[in-house]
């Protein structure tokens, strides 16, 4: 295992609602990725956090906002959910923006 | 915008047959990463690679880093059941300090 958690494993939520997931990162690691994967596909970047600030951002609107707290765990916030939204969503953390990355084990969202 | 792809998107195998997966990037690369995902799973770690024309072994898989630094292969000696899962090939972002990934390729192996 990677040290990696993440909460809530599997979520259902309406459209409209708004949601947020949480990630611990693993010990000693400062920076935290997340990623959308939807069914079949490769995970998509959604942001980054180093030391607490926004260090890169993928093609996603911003009712997608995160946030790094001091110990280095991190939340994902979605407003507005669609239906499209519906995906696993991906925490990793690593040691710097380019060294391997560790992930979670995801949490399942399901928008109805 | 940078682009992974990968070949093929599906495999079958029978137990025991090799198994060739490819990664070509639309830009060169400093480094390339290959993670497996097992059905239900989450990405796991396999290596990096950094060097033009880097070759390394993990008992059976092999990889490869192409000498222009945009293509890769990961090679599987005699799969078992226990490759079972989708393989993907990941590359550096940019200056956005994401990883970029691509499709994957899916294994499966028939005992």
């Known amino acids: 295992e990677t040290g990696v958690t993440q909460s809530p494993t599997h979520l259902i939520k309406t459209r409209g609602q708004q949601v947020t997931l949480r990630c611990s990162s693993q010990s000693g690691h400062n920076t935290v990725s997340w990623y959308q994967q939807a069914l079949g596909q490769g995970p998509q970047f959604i942001f980054q956090y180093y030391r607490e600030e926004e260090n890169g951002r993928g093609n996603f609107p911003p009712r997608f906002s995160g946030l790094q707290f001091p110990n280095y765990s991190s939340e994902l916030n979605v407003n507005a959910l669609e239906l499209d939204d519906s995906a696993l969503y991906l925490c990793?953390?690593?040691?710097?923006?380019?060294?391997?990355?560790?992930f979670g084990q995801g949490t399942r969202l399901t928008v109805v | 915008g940078q682009q992974v792809m990968q070949i093929p998107q599906y495999q079958h195998v029978q137990e025991g047959e090799d198994f060739t997966t490819y990664c070509n990037s639309s830009t060169t690369l400093s480094n390339i990463q290959w993670y497996k995902q097992r059905p239900g799973g989450h990405p796991v770690f396999l290596i990096q690679?950094?060097?033009?024309?880097e070759v390394k072994k993990q008992k059976r898989l092999t990889f490869q880093f192409g000498e222009a630094k945009k293509n890769s292969s990961l090679h599987i000696t005699a799969t078992q059941t226990t490759d079972v899962g989708t393989y993907f090939c990941?590359?550096?972002?940019?200056?956005?300090?994401?990883?970029?990934f691509g499709k994957g390729t899916k294994l499966s192996v028939k005992p």
């Open positions: 690679l950094v060097k033009s024309g």
């Open positions: 990941a590359g550096p972002g940019g200056s956005q300090g994401n990883l970029i």
């Open positions: 990793a953390s690593s040691f710097t923006e380019n060294t391997e990355a560790f």
